[in-house]
T-cell receptor, first 111, second 114 residues
Framework: QKEVEQDPGPLSVPEGAIVSLNCTYS??????FMWYRQYSRKGPELLMY????GNKEDGRFTAQVDKSSKYISLFIRDSQPSDSATYLC???????????FGPGTRLSVLP | KAGVTQTPRYLIKTRGQQVTLSCSPI?????VSWYQQTPGQGLQFLFE???????NKGNFPGRFSGRQFSNSRSEMNVSTLELGDSALYLC?????????????FGSGTQLSVL
């Protein structure tokens, strides 16, 4: 079992839909969580970061962390075709070691 | 503020050759990490440098090496290339590589080994 699992997708939704992207992890030492968006042939772009359980909102994006269930989510409201990309979750343990990434979920938002 | 810059963007090499990739971090950032991204394995950590010292290393063979210069720029070297080394190599920088810092990526170098 990998340390970080992510719904592989691909996921296709109509424009304007609410998208839910999810990651589960096995290492309870993970304390810092990030979401990245990666367009084709580009490097990952940081979207959200959080280190506490609960919700964090930024515009159309909401990051949710449930440490007791070892589960994190990214919600995208009013999805746009420009949101079509691969979304990666990343996490880091409290020893400050390197980030561990999920395999990514490919999202397509159809006009 | 300029982002993380990686050169070259694309490289084509043949098996057995060696390659050097370059990364310039965001100005003021002193920690540089390297990752390999492939469709099958996703993003895998190679190593991290801080103040010219390798601080952390992933599970890759010794053919993969790196270094960091006094201006925080970093290079990654792969010797005796294998077909399986074909991947997108990503460099990321952060201020000091500490726990709750944000990690910023460059656009990567796409390496193809023939």
């Amino acid at each position: 079992q990998k340390e970080v699992e992510q719904d592989p997708g691909p996921l296709s939704v109509p424009e304007g839909a609410i998208v839910s992207l999810n990651c589960t992890y096995s290492n309870s030492a993970f304390q810092y969580f990030m979401w990245y968006r990666q367009y084709s042939r580009k490097g990952p772009e940081l979207l959200m970061y959080t280190y506490s359980s609960g919700n964090k909102e930024d515009g159309r994006f909401t990051a949710q962390v449930d440490k007791s269930s070892k589960y994190i989510s990214l919600f995208i409201r009013d999805s746009q075709p420009s949101d079509s990309a691969t979304y990666l979750c990343a996490m880091r343990d409290n020893y400050g070691q390197n980030f561990v990434f999920g395999p990514g979920t490919r999202l397509s938002v159809l006009p | 503020k300029a982002g993380v810059t990686q050169t070259p963007r694309y490289l084509i090499k043949t098996r057995g050759q060696q390659v050097t990739l370059s990364c310039s971090p965001i100005s003021g950032h002193r920690s540089v990490s390297w990752y390999q991204q492939t469709p099958g394995q996703g993003l895998q950590f190679l190593f991290e440098y801080f103040s010219e010292t390798q601080r952390n290393k992933g599970n890759f063979p010794g053919r993969f090496s790196g270094r960091q210069f006094s201006n925080s720029r970093s290079e990654m070297n792969v010797s005796t290339l294998e077909l399986g080394d074909s991947a997108l190599y990503l460099c990321a920088s952060s201020l000091a590589g500490e726990m709750y810092e944000k990690l910023f990526f460059g656009s990567g170098t796409q390496l193809s080994v023939l």
